[in-house]
């Protein structure tokens, strides 16, 4: 499949271990954020989402964690599998209902065997 | 499978061509979104239509159009092509018009235009 961005910066870890993803995100006002996760050759594919009045939300194996204050929002993966091997992308919404999202660049999971 | 269909998957032209990209939305759903995705770039919003209708432009290239059909589904018009516009272009479909977090944005699986 085509690679989505050749200097994405690149997360590797072991099968079976935790994944942390971080984003920084640039905007005190977004209130809407959302991963999601893009395997090579497909479209990006949604993960998992949180308001901006929650701190932490939890999918399956899946962790979102947002810190306002900071203005950083992270994608935990637990027992992270190869299949998890993809790049994962944190939108936020400036203005809830009103603005389009806007995009980070992307970090490259790799899942080592 | 998201439900939302492109085509074409691949499609390779010249400079100063003029390609029509197309997407069906997931039954049930209204709204359109078009977003370019080149190298080292994450995903740019370029236009959302709902229920045929225009309802944000993002950036957007006046050589670059869209519209969406009574049957919903939508053709991205690119023209005057250049190389820079060689790129992923994805559409993602949603149930309603805002974008909110009721919004989820389902994404077909891209168009790769390459232009030589």
């Known amino acids: 499949g085509e690679s989505v961005g050749l200097h994405l910066p690149t997360l590797s870890v072991q099968e079976g271990d935790n994944s942390i993803i971080n984003c920084a995100y640039s905007n005190s006002a977004s209130d809407y954020f959302i991963w999601y996760k893009q395997e090579s050759g497909k479209g990006p594919q949604f993960i998992i989402d949180?308001?901006?009045?929650?701190d932490k939300r939890q999918g399956q194996r899946v962790t979102v964690l947002l810190n306002k204050t900071v203005k950083h929002l992270s994608l935990q993966i637990a027992a992270t599998q190869p299949g998890d091997s993809a790049v994962y992308f944190c939108a936020e919404s400036p203005h809830s209902g009103n603005t389009p999202l806007v995009f980070g660049k992307g970090t490259r999971l790799s899942v080592i065997a | 499978d998201s439900g939302v269909t492109q085509t074409p998957k691949h499609l390779i032209t010249a400079t100063g061509q003029r390609v029509t990209l197309r997407c069906s939305p997931r039954?049930?759903?209204?709204?359109v979104y078009w977003y370019q995705q080149s190298l080292d770039q994450g995903l740019q919003f370029l236009i959302h239509?709902?229920?045929?209708?225009?309802?944000a432009k993002g950036n957007i290239l006046e050589r670059f159009s869209a519209q969406q059909f009574p049957d919903l589904h939508s053709e991205l018009n690119l023209s005057s092509l250049e190389l820079g516009d060689s790129a992923l272009y994805f559409c993602?479909?949603?149930?309603?018009?805002?974008?909110?977090?009721?919004?989820?944005?389902?994404f077909g699986p891209g168009t790769r235009l390459l232009v030589l």
């Open positions: 949180i308001r901006s009045n929650m």
């Open positions: 239509y709902y229920n045929g209708e225009e309802r």
């Open positions: 993602a479909s949603s149930v309603g018009g805002s974008w909110s977090i009721q919004e989820t944005q389902y």
């Open positions: 039954s049930g759903d209204l709204s």
